[in-house]
């Protein structure tokens, strides 16, 4: 499918290689619904999965994986579900940002906002963020799966497609690495 832009030229979908991350010492790929979900988004939409993962919460274990996607130019994205919340085992927000080059700092600001009309004031324990390292765009979000169903559908799915006027987070990607 393809859109016309502002300046009549036809757009199509640019499709996007996705690693999908499951912070969890608890789910198994049976019972991991949020990184389901993502996979399930992500493919709907014309993306191909990358990589998928289950990992426990421990931030040198993420930062591994995370680290491995981000060394490889295959990987455009990552998105991590879990471990964002503020209990003594949520590392994801540590892990990931020392690796960040980078951060988006709207990202988790709208990402709250958003989740205020759902669950009201328990957004504010969430501490979504997004950033880029190395050209590659990761995204962290909350362990449950009505938070992954938010972020991919009201944030993700629109600047992660290259169609998206009056821009995207595609746009910018062969500018990532510049110097």
Request: proline share 4%; hydrophobic share 35%.
């Amino acid at each position: 499918m393809s859109t016309t832009d502002n300046t009549g030229m036809q757009r199509a979908l640019i499709p996007l290689n996705i690693a999908v991350m499951t912070v969890s010492d608890s789910r198994t790929e049976e019972t991991d619904t949020s990184g389901q979900l993502l996979v399930s988004r992500l493919t709907e939409t014309g993306h191909s999965l990358a990589e998928k993962t289950i990992v426990p919460d421990d931030i040198y274990q993420i930062r591994a994986v995370a680290s491995r996607w981000i060394a490889d130019p295959q990987v455009h994205i990552i998105i991590t579900t879990g471990g964002t919340g503020l209990t003594g085992r949520d590392g994801t927000p540590e892990a990931i940002s020392p690796l960040l080059d980078k951060r988006i700092e709207g990202f988790g600001e709208i990402f709250r906002a958003l989740s205020f009309d759902e669950i009201r004031t328990s957004s504010l324990q969430s501490r979504a963020l997004a950033g880029v390292a190395n050209g590659t765009y990761i995204f962290c979000l909350p362990g449950s799966t009505g938070a992954c169903r938010t972020a991919w559908d009201s944030l993700l799915r629109d600047q992660l497609d290259y169609r998206t006027r009056p821009c995207n987070l595609v746009d910018l990607m062969p500018r990532l690495q510049e110097t």
